[in-house]
């Protein structure tokens, strides 16, 4: 079955030590582009937590982050980095100055609120209880979000299977419409040919050979069929519990558009041109939700 690139999971702990919210989002993306906002204490489980999450998402553009707050930290506490905060005041005071800015009350405020000015202290190093919460959040989350493609990807593949099942109607409209349009080429190589050889002196044998190269090259029975077997091959993918089935589908879809650009370059039939454009708006519509198929 498919999967949707875009999913939102969230898991959350809270007793009366830790407080901790996992929030995993993701959107459609050509790669697996993964972002993280982890607090500190995490840091040094960035590469592990990292697998874990690739491994699941496998595609998409996928942002994680992570709230953990220790209830019980009576000696955590704010910094102020004064050295910093200096060069952020002078630097303010001296555009202030170039501006010739009257009022400059506020410029402690805003040195105060520059990045890093003020650094909330962790005193607590990661423990293995932490670790393990952390994990189960995680893990919930993850399976939040893979549900959440899961009915993304069920509701777009009933999307797409109403796409193919209209290229296959515009086929068969095609299939009805091709003995008519070869009876019409034969009628006007006949006429043609008939009030060619009124006029010219024309070597017959070499004629007859051109007009069947001609009338070959007109054929459409080849573009028909394979057209109708990637129809059938792109229902059978779709059913497919293989991960990564949004390429492959790509790859078919562009199969599909090539038959159905040489039955319109051939037909040279004005009916069955209009099942042709009719067929192309509708590959059009199926190659824009496979973007969102991982």
Same mark, same amino acid.
């Given at each position: ?22 929030? $995993?989002?993701? %959107? ?8 993280? !906002? %982890?607090?500190? $204490?995490?840091?040094? &489980? ?11 998402? =496998?595609?998409? !553009? ?5 709230? +953990? ?12 980095? /004064? =050295? ?10 001296? @555009? ?10 506020? @410029? ?43 009915? *993304? ?6 999307? #797409? ?9 515009? %086929?068969?409209? =095609? ?10 080429? /034969?009628?006007?190589?006949? /006429? ?11 070597? *017959? ?5 051109? @007009? ?14 394979? @057209?109708? /077997?990637? #129809? ?22 562009? *199969? ?9 370059? &051939? ?20 190659? *824009?939700?496979?973007?969102?198929? +991982?």
């Amino acid at each position: 079955m498919l999967k949707s690139m875009t999913g939102y999971g969230q898991a959350q702990f809270d007793d009366d030590n830790l407080f901790l919210n996992v929030e $995993i989002k993701s %959107l459609n993306s050509k790669f697996l582009d993964a972002s993280f !906002k %982890l607090p500190k $204490i995490l840091l040094s &489980k960035e590469l592990e937590i990292r697998k874990i999450v690739t491994e699941r998402m =496998v595609r998409g !553009k996928v942002n994680l982050s992570v709230d +953990i707050i220790s209830k019980n930290n009576t000696t955590a506490k704010s910094t102020i980095n /004064k =050295v910093l905060f200096r060069n952020y005041y002078d630097s303010l005071t001296e @555009l202030a100055n170039e501006v010739e800015l009257a009022n400059a009350e506020d @410029l402690f405020k805003l040195a105060l609120q520059m990045p890093e000015v003020v650094v909330a202290s962790q005193t607590d190093a990661l423990d293995d209880t932490t670790w393990q919460i952390f994990n189960d959040a995680l893990e919930t989350a993850l399976n939040d979000c893979i549900n959440f493609r899961q009915s *993304e990807g069920t509701a777009l593949a009933e999307e #797409l299977t109403r796409y193919i099942e209209q290229i296959q109607v515009y %086929l068969e409209e =095609v299939i009805v419409q091709d003995p008519q349009r070869l009876l019409q080429v /034969k009628e006007r190589i006949a /006429k043609n040919l008939e009030d060619t050889l009124q006029k010219a002196n024309i070597d *017959e044998n070499r004629f007859e050979q051109e @007009l069947i190269y001609y009338i070959e090259k007109l054929d459409i029975s080849e573009e028909k069929v394979r @057209l109708q /077997k990637h #129809l059938d091959y792109f229902l059978e993918v779709m059913q497919n519990e293989q991960q990564g089935n949004g390429k492959k589908l790509a790859f078919i879809s562009q *199969e599909i558009g090539r038959e159905i650009n040489t039955i319109g370059s &051939k037909a040279n039939h004005a009916i069955i041109q209009r099942s042709v454009i009719g067929m192309k708006e509708e590959l059009e519509r199926i190659k *824009e939700q496979l973007l969102n198929i +991982i």
